[in-house]
């Protein structure tokens, strides 16, 4: 290929990108215990009626959302629909809390008037540096809900969360790459897990 446009570089990058990317996600498979111990959890608190509550900031807000939708809409297959909320998708709420509280409450705040006992309250912050979140965390704890930290290798020590997941990354890009896997593995044993919609069952195109 002619690479007198930059097209032979670009494609080349491309492929480095791809490679990159696999590696990380291949690299996993080392949280593959902590992963299987939140399928678990999510799981157990599904069916017990509880709630997942999920926020993060930038893309990580985005994935939240994308987890909630999945769980409230469907992922592979017709299922009744659970309960799930992600904190970023409402402007009011959001703006409202950080213009009379600070940003640092605009999670925190949403916790601490939705999250019960038998909720699972999940933050992310590809950096676990995040204060919003960790806020957030900290109320769930003190609601009595289980909290889940996704992160990265560049997130500190402590006592952040009852179940901390560092994905083996410290690009932000490849962090919610990771994170999205996850999340997508924890749709796909929800999906195992729940009885198909039974016959009859409205439908909803």
């Not at 179940?163 to 044993?189: G, K, M, N, S």
């Amino acid at each position: 290929m002619e690479r007198g446009n930059d097209g032979g570089w670009v494609k080349e990058r491309f492929e480095t990108k791809v490679k990159e990317s696999a590696q990380v996600i291949r690299s996993c498979e080392a949280v593959a215990d902590v992963v299987a111990l939140l399928t678990q959890e999510v799981l157990n608190r599904l069916k017990r009626g509880g709630t997942i509550l999920i926020f993060g900031n930038g893309g990580s807000a985005a994935q939240a959302l994308h987890f909630s939708g999945e769980l409230l809409g469907r992922f592979k297959k017709e299922r009744g629909s659970l309960r799930a909320v992600a904190l970023v998708g409402d402007p009011a709420t959001v703006t409202a809390v950080g213009n009379d509280y600070g940003f640092e409450q605009v999670f925190s705040r949403q916790v601490d008037g939705l999250a019960r006992t038998g909720d699972l309250v999940i933050g992310l912050s590809t950096s676990g540096r995040s204060a919003n979140v960790l806020k957030g965390l900290q109320a769930g704890r003190q609601r009595g809900a289980m909290t889940v930290l996704l992160t990265g290798a560049r997130c500190p020590d402590g006592d952040w969360a009852d179940l901390v997941i560092r994905v083996p990354a410290e690009e932000t890009d490849q962090i919610q790459e990771a994170h999205l896997i996850i999340l997508h593995f924890l749709c796909q044993e929800i999906d195992r897990s729940f009885p198909d919609r039974q016959e009859g069952d409205e439908k909803r195109g």
